[in-house]
């Protein structure tokens, strides 16, 4: 079986980074999923970045306004309405047809911090689906090694929804041989979510969300 790759960038963008990540996709004719933070995008240009990123034909979710701290680690309807319904209105028609959260995983963990009750259910309300993640290579702490942990993941497993940064210009750099190395490992790139990876899909928990809800 062809093994598969999902890629998505977190917390830019970044006026630096997020350009040189798009010419590298599209050299190679690629989609991604982009995971914007609100603070990034409401600083100078970022709108404009985060429009060039639609306009490539990549999907935009949310990934909370400020990423500062877990939903489950602050519960209650006020960072439910902060983090997640004020960036999505932040994002407007960038975010497209279907409404994408992220959670803050604070160093890419999973757990009961991931999520408050309320939050759970403001997102199946509202209908969203949630896009987790099983491969962190931490690219942020070490932008030359992040690479080769990232393609022992993807050999590894059958599906790996990868988590990389628009935002570090050192760990990025190595980008473009990590797609070329992938690639010539017959490795199928793939803009779908697996499905191990979605636990609320379009407002319908499609998942265990018991392990990462506070109190769950």
Same mark, same amino acid.
């Given at each position: 079986?062809?093994?598969?790759?999902?890629? &998505?960038?977190?917390? #830019?963008?970044?006026?630096? @980074?997020? +350009?040189?990540?798009?010419?590298?996709?599209?050299?190679? $004719?690629?989609?991604?999923?982009?995971?914007?933070? #609100?603070?990034?995008?409401?600083?100078?240009?970022?709108?404009? =970045?985060?429009?060039?990123?639609?306009?490539?034909?990549?999907?935009?979710?949310?990934?909370?306004? !400020?990423?500062?701290?877990? =939903?489950?680690?602050?519960?209650?309807?006020?960072?439910?309405?902060?983090?997640?319904?004020?960036?999505?209105?932040?994002?407007?028609?960038?975010?497209?047809?279907?409404?994408?959260?992220?959670?803050?995983?604070?160093?890419?963990?999973?757990?009961?911090?991931?999520?408050?009750?309320?939050?759970?259910?403001?997102?199946?309300? /509202?209908?969203?689906?949630?896009?987790?993640?099983? &491969?962190?290579?931490?690219?942020?702490?070490?932008?030359?090694?992040?690479?080769?942990?990232?393609?022992?993941?993807?050999?590894?497993?059958?599906? !790996?929804?990868?988590?990389?940064?628009?935002?570090?210009? /050192?760990?990025?750099?190595?980008?473009?041989?990590?797609?070329? $190395?992938?690639?010539?490992?017959?490795?199928?790139?793939?803009?779908?979510? +697996? +499905?191990?990876? @979605?636990? @609320?899909?379009? $407002?319908?928990?499609? $998942?265990?969300?018991?392990?990462?809800?506070?109190?769950?």
């Amino acid at each position: 079986m062809t093994a598969r790759l999902t890629l &998505s960038f977190d917390n #830019g963008p970044d006026p630096d @980074v997020t +350009p040189f990540v798009l010419r590298e996709l599209a050299a190679r $004719g690629l989609s991604a999923t982009f995971f914007p933070v #609100g603070d990034q995008l409401r600083k100078p240009g970022g709108r404009e =970045l985060l429009a060039e990123v639609a306009a490539a034909g990549h999907v935009i979710g949310n990934h909370s306004m !400020t990423h500062t701290v877990p =939903l489950g680690e602050s519960p209650g309807w006020e960072t439910v309405g902060r983090e997640i319904a004020d960036m999505q209105d932040l994002l407007g028609d960038l975010a497209g047809d279907e409404k994408l959260f992220r959670p803050f995983g604070g160093g890419g963990r999973l757990g009961p911090h991931l999520f408050s009750p309320e939050a759970v259910q403001y997102l199946v309300a /509202e209908r969203y689906t949630v896009a987790l993640w099983n &491969s962190v290579p931490r690219d942020w702490e070490d932008p030359d090694g992040w690479s080769e942990r990232a393609r022992r993941d993807v050999q590894r497993r059958p599906w !790996t929804l990868l988590v990389l940064h628009d935002i570090v210009k /050192e760990a990025m750099e190595h980008l473009p041989a990590f797609l070329d $190395g992938v690639l010539a490992d017959g490795v199928e790139i793939t803009a779908e979510l +697996p +499905p191990e990876c @979605v636990p @609320v899909c379009r $407002g319908e928990v499609t $998942g265990d969300l018991g392990p990462l809800v506070a109190g769950g």
